[in-house]
């Protein structure tokens, strides 16, 4: 692997800390972003094996080997983890440990504070799975958790307390890391480096950690109030008395902004992976920076479209079908831009492009039938079907695991000094595209056939049963593409291939140091004067050569 | 952790890191506790002293 020496002091590395308690105390951003990441892969694990438990369940009519209501529990269980405990960690985990090194700080501006995110992230997954502990089990309530199922009444387990706590405790997690991302982004940038020469990784997770301080604390208030209901006496939630349906707009006042934070700092990693990998500059910088922010804003503006068949006033309806489709224009700007970005560049298809190209096409498909979701007739006929199951891991797996998978692959190198196997790396890449079309494709149809989702069981006189067969092998193939990637980083940490500082000629900071780099980021903060001063540097560098020859 | 000292740029710099710290998984454990307390006065008791302790420890720079 050839590397190109950046013109930024390299200097040794400090010996870090060893052992189990280096790692209890850490409060370097670059340990806390692993131990986000592990925890986050770990839970995707979990999660990943409740689906598998969920579609061996599907794959045939009649009762195979779980009882109904332990298949409430295991979806509700599979929603919560991959949503509170994977997708939203997992990235927080990438951000902390590349944005302090791609905007040419030494840390994040409160390191205990982030510390305590990570440690608050764990323990609210702990708690979450410590329902499966306690009389009556997990909580079978779906992971939106709607009043009156989670009433006192109608689910009187400690369960959904715990769920509950989990959430609110993840939740706090969360505000704390954004509160943190702003302060760092803002005030710890390097000299020259204005705002609208950031990296557009940093836009994104500047704008979702935003969208997290607004959002979160509506969820974290809705499901306090949930506790009161349970156990206080309160009736916030109980119909007659309070509204089951003020739960729906808290819940979704978080959870569409929540799709966006997901997706936000994926479409950022996008943003970093296509111009290295096209050698050539993102095509309209500003055009995708703008439609980040304008996602930001536009997403507070969509949540009632989750609420169609709740009876909102027609006014109410047509404002959040029209909010709906405009939120579009910006998503369907950043990905004229990336194509464009492609267009003439010099291609380099490595593992972590491929996923890039992987997560632009498998998103365009899941951002299309999220638009049919906004016309209400359509909404109407679709709500709570497959079809619905099909566009959310669309945007979420296709577009948001995708995501993170070429961020780790186009990160690995720096992370731990080692490159991966391409060659694996294009394995898991064609199983789990091979296997997540498998698995989700064929959900569009069993919506559009009348199929409803979070059933256990269906007729098989509905003619249901071959596409869930299909469905079934398809996650069966993402399993195995995510063990093909385990295998992969495994094989590194064998093989030890050294990756060099910056083996892919990429743009921005991180690769101006060692990889994986010393505890203190850079021996000096370096100066920046573009958008890509790696690039920058690389190209005086030639010229510098080219007047010495 | 010691404050490390860039010898071999061209001026030796001194370089600011945070110390490491056990406060901020004892303040979580501590929120963890306390509010599991909706279930049992005994986690929330627990909690509170986790709490009481960790923020302690956070305040005089442990």
Not at chain 1, 63 to 82: E, K
């Amino acid at each position: 692997m050839t590397t190109t020496a950046p013109p930024y002091p390299d200097v040794g590395h400090e010996a870090e800390p060893r052992g189990l308690i280096s790692w209890l105390t850490t409060v370097d951003h670059k340990r806390i972003g692993i131990m986000y990441l592990v925890t986050g892969i770990a839970f995707f694990a979990i999660g990943g094996i409740l689906a598998l438990l969920i579609r061996a369940e599907l794959a045939l009519p009649g009762q195979q080997f779980v009882s109904a209501q332990a298949y409430n529990r295991l979806f509700g269980m599979h929603g919560t983890t991959m949503i509170f405990l994977f997708a939203i960690p997992v990235l927080v985990g990438v951000g902390n440990y590349i944005i302090p090194l791609q905007i040419g700080a030494r840390d994040m501006a409160f390191p205990r504070l982030n510390a305590l995110s990570y440690w608050l992230l764990l323990f609210g997954g702990l708690v979450l799975y410590a329902s499966w502990f306690v009389p009556e089990g997990a909580p079978a309530i779906g992971w939106t958790g709607y009043p009156p199922l989670t009433n006192a009444e109608y689910s009187p387990y400690a369960g959904v307390d715990l769920w509950a706590i989990s959430i609110i405790i993840t939740g706090a997690s969360s505000t704390m890391g954004a509160v943190n991302f702003i302060t760092t982004i803002l005030n710890m940038r390097a000299p020259g480096m204005t705002l609208f020469k950031m990296p557009l990784f940093t836009w994104s997770v500047l704008i979702t950690a935003f969208m997290i301080l607004i959002a979160t604390p509506m969820l974290s208030g809705g499901l306090a109030m949930q506790l009161a209901d349970r156990n206080l006496g309160t009736s916030f939630f109980v119909a007659g008395e309070g509204d089951p349906v003020l739960w729906q707009h808290l819940f979704w006042f978080y959870s569409h902004p929540a799709v966006y934070i997901m997706i936000l700092p994926a479409m950022g990693v996008i943003s970093e992976v296509l111009p290295v990998f096209s050698r050539k500059p993102i095509f309209g910088y500003n055009a995708i920076t703008w439609s980040t922010i304008a996602i930001g804003v536009l997403g507070f503006a969509t949540w009632a479209h989750h609420m169609f068949t709740t009876g909102l006033p027609p006014l109410l309806e047509a404002f959040f079908i029209l909010s709906t489709m405009t939120i579009a224009v910006p998503t369907g700007v950043k990905i004229f831009n990336w194509i464009f970005t492609m267009i003439g560049g010099s291609l380099r298809f490595t593992t972590a492009m491929m996923f890039a190209i992987g997560f632009i096409s498998m998103f365009v498909i899941g951002g299309i039938s999220g638009v049919f979701q906004a016309i209400l007739p359509i909404d109407r006929q679709v709500h709570d079907t497959y079809w619905v199951v099909a566009h959310l891991h669309y945007v979420l797996f296709g577009g948001m695991v995708f995501g993170v998978f070429s961020g780790i692959h186009y990160w690995f190198p720096k992370v731990t000094g080692y490159m991966l196997s391409e060659k694996w790396g294009k394995l898991t890449f064609w199983t789990l595209f091979l296997g997540f079309n498998l698995t989700f494709f064929p959900m569009h149809i069993l919506g559009l056939l009348g199929m409803p989702r979070r059933y256990f069981d269906y007729p098989a006189s509905r003619g249901w049963t071959e596409y869930n067969i299909a469905s079934t092998i398809g996650a069966f193939l993402i399993a195995l593409g995510v063990m093909f990637f385990l295998f992969n980083v495994f094989l590194a940490f064998r093989r030890k291939e050294v990756a060099g500082d910056d083996p892919w000629e990429a743009n921005t900071l991180e690769w101006a140091t060692t990889s994986p780099p010393p505890v203190y980021n850079f021996a000096r903060i370096p100066e920046v004067t573009s958008d890509r001063p790696l690039w920058d540097a690389r190209q005086k560098l030639r010229e510098a050569q080219g007047h010495a020859d | 952790m010691n404050d490390p000292i860039v010898e071999n740029a061209e001026e030796p710099i001194e370089i600011h890191l945070p110390e490491p710290s056990i406060a901020p998984l004892i303040v979580a454990a501590g929120m963890t506790f306390t509010l599991t307390g909706v279930l049992s006065p005994v986690l929330l008791f627990l909690g509170i002293l986790l709490l009481a302790t960790g923020i302690g420890m956070w305040a005089f720079g442990k």
